[in-house]
């Protein structure tokens, strides 16, 4: 019962305090809803950092851990591949070392051997005594052959001018000219005269007759035309006695070139006016500046003058003829069917 007096005292105080309450929320709630927005946006904010921070966090550590694997096992392919290098070189020195003694010991036990060598070596000097003995005998007999064969022909020839110029042998009344008067004896040749027959010349057998055979007659025309599948006379006439056409080619002089060009030259001088050559002011004369990949220090007589002199300077006094030189002219096919009488061809 007292409370409930109490409840009853206190009711009219009750809303009064709501209306109160209800107004000072009213006028808050617009701070309160901007304080509670700033409140969240810098919580979510924070959140969102920490979230980008762990993940970026999370994808270096994968990152790295994948590089330090790929790089640690690229550097083992690389160790592998060094250590397979070495030993390979290794290898191969041991190898080399090897077969070096090998070969040392093989060469000089079997293909060097000093006393083999020696007693091979002495072996072929005998060889090359005998050979040079048998060589020797064989040089003697193919010169006293030749000798032998020489002094034949010799004497052969000998004879046979004595037999030829049997007329030249002194005489009672007349010395010959193989036996002058002032020599105290006379001449080789002239005793093979005196000891030699002179030549006996063929006479002929029977009458002799004119074996000389009488040139056809040449005429315009021929009477008798010949047997067989030949062209006729006419033709065979015209085709001997044409005249000569030769080509432009035959008929161009070889120094054509060079007698146009003299009369080119000798044309223009005549209808030249003035004979001085046009030397133009407005370029001015620049001394030659040689390069750097134009020169060079080393001999004959120094550098070169590259740029500064012909290179290529002409020496007249060394030439062989002052001529000029001049190419052979090339064959003309056209002088092959010159003066054939059945070539259906023409020069």
């Known amino acids: 019962m007292a409370s409930h007096i109490v409840m009853n005292k206190r009711m009219a105080n009750i809303l009064d ?158 010395p010959g000219i193989f036996n002058a008067p002032f020599k105290p004896y006379p001449d080789h040749f002239e005793m093979l005269l005196r000891n030699s027959k002179p030549l006996e010349h063929p006479k002929p057998e029977g009458p002799r007759t004119s074996t000389v055979v009488p040139l056809p007659p040449l005429g315009p025309k021929i009477q008798v035309s010949p047997q067989g599948p030949f062209r006729s006379a006419e033709d065979v006439l015209k085709q001997r006695y044409r005249p000569f056409n030769p080509s432009l080619r035959v008929q161009t002089s070889y120094f054509a070139l060079e007698e146009a060009r003299e009369m080119m030259k000798a044309e223009e001088w005549v209808g030249r006016v003035n004979d001085d050559v046009f030397i133009p002011v407005s370029k001015p004369a620049q001394p030659y500046d040689p390069l750097m990949h134009t020169q060079t220090p080393y001999p004959p007589n120094g550098a070169l003058p590259y740029g500064t002199k012909y290179f290529r300077v002409e020496e007249p006094a060394k030439h062989v003829t002052p001529q000029r030189f001049r190419t052979l002219v090339p064959p003309v096919p056209q002088f092959d069917k010159l003066n054939q009488t059945y070539s259906q061809g023409e020069v």
């Open 17 to 174: 305090e709501v209306y109160e309450t209800r107004n000072n929320a009213d006028k808050d709630r617009k701070e309160m809803h901007a304080a509670a927005l700033i409140i969240q946006s810098c919580w979510r904010g924070a959140m969102a950092r920490k979230k980008v921070q762990f993940v970026n966090y999370n994808a270096t550590m994968i990152a790295k851990l994948w590089r330090g694997h790929s790089s640690r096992r690229a550097f083992k392919e690389i160790l592998k591949m060094n250590v397979l290098r070495m030993k390979k070189a290794f290898y191969d020195r041991t190898a080399t070392k090897i077969q070096k003694t090998w070969r040392g010991f093989y060469s000089r036990k079997y293909v060097f051997d000093y006393y083999k060598r020696k007693d091979y070596l002495l072996d072929v000097e005998r060889k090359n005594s005998i050979v040079r003995q048998e060589l020797l005998s064989i040089q003697q007999k193919q010169l006293q052959e030749r000798e032998k064969e020489e002094n034949e022909k010799y004497m052969q020839k000998l004879q046979y001018l004595a037999r030829k110029y049997h007329f030249l042998v002194s005489t009672e009344a007349i």
